[in-house]
């Protein structure tokens, strides 16, 4: 479904990310994984158009996403920035029809099913008591609720995820992934998520890509990327791995 092709984007005289290549089925997760500077958040924008790879290139349903208009982009990918949606003084409940907007016609107004659609979002997030209050009074941790309503109704096929927990308490980490990977494993969602957290990364993604440097250093499941020597070698310390006495997943102790 995405394709990466031997993606470079070099700014001035710097390689950002150097060559990377990896796809992603429908339907997967994967987590993006590796330490400050790796590239993470460049590879990102590359993949939601926001910026222009140097070389190489980037195919979504086998189409160029280079080549598609910013409503396209909107209709088939979502993307998640770590701090949530900008604090504007609109309405929770405003702000989640916002999604709808890319699959309106030109001067086209909202209809009932977007709507209804609306309300079963804000159902779905445990938002509902909070559809009339205005965005700028929200909480970190409930604005990024919102931002996921709101991706909800966009109705992506890929959802991509920058650092979703970064302001939020262990509490609201567990319910935004669990969230998206509920909707994930209900609607065939394709997700990508950056991640700095190992051990959510390791819980919560079917595969994880790690970066070093703007290259991809290996590409597997938790169990073949959580290990003492990779991890070592990339982020320079020494992590105990340990298991999860539920799941069984490899853990990280620092
Ligand atoms: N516009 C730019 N001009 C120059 N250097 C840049 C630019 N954007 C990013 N970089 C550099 O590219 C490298 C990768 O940055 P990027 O933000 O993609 O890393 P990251 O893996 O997301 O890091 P972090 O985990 O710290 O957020 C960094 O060294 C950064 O300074």
């Not at 400050?36 to 190489?56: F, M, Q, R, W, Y």
């Not at 900008?86 to 909202?110: C, K, N, S, W």
């Not at 669990?178 to 997700?191: A, P």
């Not at 791995?241 to 539920?246: C, F």
């Amino acid at each position: 479904m995405l394709e990466l092709q031997q993606v470079s984007k070099t700014i001035g005289d710097k390689q950002i990310v150097h060559d990377v290549s990896f796809s992603l089925d429908k339907g997967k997760s994967i987590g993006l994984i590796g330490p400050n500077g790796a590239g993470k958040s460049t590879l990102v924008k590359l993949i939601s158009a926001l910026e222009k790879p140097s070389s190489g290139c980037i195919h979504f349903f086998g189409e160029d996403v280079q080549k598609w208009s910013v409503k396209k982009l909107a209709q088939h990918i979502a993307v998640l920035s770590q701090d949530g949606l900008a604090p504007y003084p609109i309405t929770v409940y405003d702000a989640v029809l916002m999604g709808r907007y890319p699959h309106l016609g030109f001067f086209q107004r909202e209809g009932k099913k977007d709507h209804e659609l609306v309300e079963d979002v804000l159902e779905t997030t445990g938002l509902s008591e909070f559809r009339d209050q205005m965005l700028d009074t929200l909480s970190g941790g409930e604005r990024q609720r919102v931002a996921i309503a709101k991706a909800m109704v966009q109705h992506p096929q890929l959802l991509i995820l920058d650092e979703p927990t970064t302001f939020l308490d262990i509490g609201h980490q567990r319910q935004i992934l669990n969230l998206v990977q509920s909707w994930q494993k209900r609607e065939g969602l394709t997700v990508l998520m950056v991640l700095h957290d190992l051990n959510l990364a390791a819980q919560f993604c079917d595969e994880l890509v790690l970066m070093n440097q703007g290259e991809i250093v290996n590409i597997g499941t938790s169990e073949q990327i959580i290990a003492r020597e990779t991890l070592q070698s990339v982020y320079q310390t020494d992590p105990e791995i340990i298991r999860h006495p539920k799941s069984n997943i490899p853990q990280i102790l620092l």
